[in-house]
């Protein structure tokens, strides 16, 4: 079992330091958030990732698992230094390496000349960010007059692939591990603190794995996008995105994931993500005219719900409309690039009155007169005379549709027999079909 530092406890190094220390290596959770630390000291996990609890109990219970704001402690008791801070993104798309810099100085900071780190990446970077990251501490450790800096650390990429909501599960169940680095030797040692898992394995050189990441994010989007398209393109000729998807995804070249049509991509990654591989693409000269095309279909998509009313004759002035899901998707109390956002926002330039309800999400970004969060979501359909449904949370798939009598209904995300929501309601929506 190996000794293992995580920098920052955000949601990826969170996840990860409770898993590795699940799986029984020793790990030293750190982070320049006092308060935050403090709080998993004792125990309050600040995130809600469902089975982290579960996790996080045995691992306190094991003693394989310690937090502390003490970089040095962390960094000198640890083999394995694993980066796992934040990489929001710049105005013009680029990602902001700021945090990934300081881990990095703070690392330099504390090598010595009897040490040999693996740092390994697990914050998504962008591509050719290892071999710079390389540099960066090589220079540091030279500054410090450590001569020949390279023998004393090994820089590794190892992207995640954590889905927030099955993050644990997916930590536990990889459908594969992804090890760059420059050192075959270093990547096969990093590779074995999985290898209680029996995961598949790549192992190949830096820049590949950081693609490899960007490269499946960036496909996935596409696909959402793609299938979006093909849902509004069917609502027009009668057809139903439902089958398509289903007759599409029967295909084992196509595989039925990420086929469902709804109101575009939301979360911390792939809008994030997308927009970054398009910066990329652009600083070596090479057209991102795919990736241009399903950043332009998603934000469109958000909205759609808009598009929808308006082109049914409804004036959206002064009209009251209930919102049922505010996060990005179910089960999670994130609402990073939320489409929820976008249609609010879009409603309230509108002038419309909105009553929101989700059972998790209490906050939002937004504050305005006409925006009300409510606590029961048939409270906030009865105030209202439209309800979009906006995240598929599993509360709204069985309901009393009798309530839905005299509403106006657009289904963002398929959840609904179209029978059932014309049975009951006053006029209905949904997409793509
Ligand atoms: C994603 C990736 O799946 C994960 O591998 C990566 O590490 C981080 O980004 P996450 O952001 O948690 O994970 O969400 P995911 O479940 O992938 O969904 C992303 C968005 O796409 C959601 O807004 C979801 O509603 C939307 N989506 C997903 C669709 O609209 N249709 C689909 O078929 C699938």
């Known amino acids: 079992m190996e000794k293992i530092s995580i920098l920052g406890t955000g949601y990826v190094g969170l996840v990860t330091g409770s898993c590795f220390a699940y799986l029984g290596h020793k790990v030293i959770c750190l982070d320049i958030n006092k308060e935050k630390i403090e709080k998993l000291k004792k125990g309050e996990i600040p995130i809600y ?25 962390a960094i000198k008791n640890s083999d394995f230094i694993f980066i796992a801070v934040g990489t929001p993104s710049c105005p013009d798309g680029s990602a902001n390496l700021s945090y990934v810099s300081d881990a990095l100085k703070t690392i330099a900071s504390c090598i010595t000349e009897n040490d040999f780190k693996v740092i390994v990446n697990k914050s998504t970077v962008p591509v050719g960010t290892g071999r710079w990251a390389a540099k960066l501490l090589a220079d540091e450790l030279l500054k410090k007059g450590i001569k020949e800096p390279e023998k004393h650390f090994c820089i590794v990429s190892n992207p995640e692939f954590l889905r927030e909501g099955k993050a644990v599960e997916d930590f536990m169940n990889p459908d594969r591990i992804i090890i760059g680095s420059d050192d075959k030797d270093i990547a096969l040692k990093t590779a074995s603190l999985y290898s209680t898992l029996n995961p598949p394995m790549i192992i190949t050189n830096l820049p590949t794995a950081e693609m490899i990441k960007y490269a499946s994010n960036a496909f996935l989007a596409t696909k959402i ?57 652009k600083a070596y000269n090479v057209d991102p005219s795919i990736l241009n095309a399903v950043m332009k279909v998603n934000e469109k998509q958000k909205i759609k719900p808009i598009e929808i009313l308006k082109g049914a004759g409804i004036d959206l002035n002064g009209v009251k409309i209930a919102i049922w899901g505010l996060a990005f998707k179910p089960d999670t109390d994130d609402t ?9 926002n879009e409603l309230l ?85």
């Open 49 to 73: 990732e469902p089975q982290l609890d579960e996790i996080f109990a045995l691992d306190k219970e094991s003693e394989n698992i310690e937090f502390t704001i003490d970089y040095t402690y």
């Open 225 to 281: 996008s793609f299938i979006n398209e093909m849902a509004n393109l069917s609502e027009k000729i009668g057809a139903d995105i439902e089958i398509v998807s289903k007759g599409m995804g029967l295909d084992k070249r196509i595989g039925p994931y990420f086929l469902k049509a709804g109101l575009g991509f939301g979360g911390s990654c792939f809008p994030k993500d997308v927009k970054a591989l398009i910066h990329t693409s």
């Open 336 to 344: 990073r690039e939320a489409a929820s956002l976008n249609i609010i």
């Open 349 to 433: 330039k509108h002038n419309a009155v909105i009553f929101a309800y989700d059972p998790i999400v209490k906050n939002l970004p937004i504050q305005d007169k006409n925006l009300n969060i409510v606590n029961d979501k048939y409270e906030a359909l009865e105030k209202c005379d439209v309800l979009i449904l906006v995240t598929e949370w599993n509360e709204f798939k069985n309901i009393e549709f009798k309530r839905f009598k005299d509403k106006i209904v657009v289904d963002g995300r398929n959840i609904w027999e179209k029978n059932i929501l014309k049975k009951y309601t006053k006029a209905c929506f949904s997409i793509g079909r």
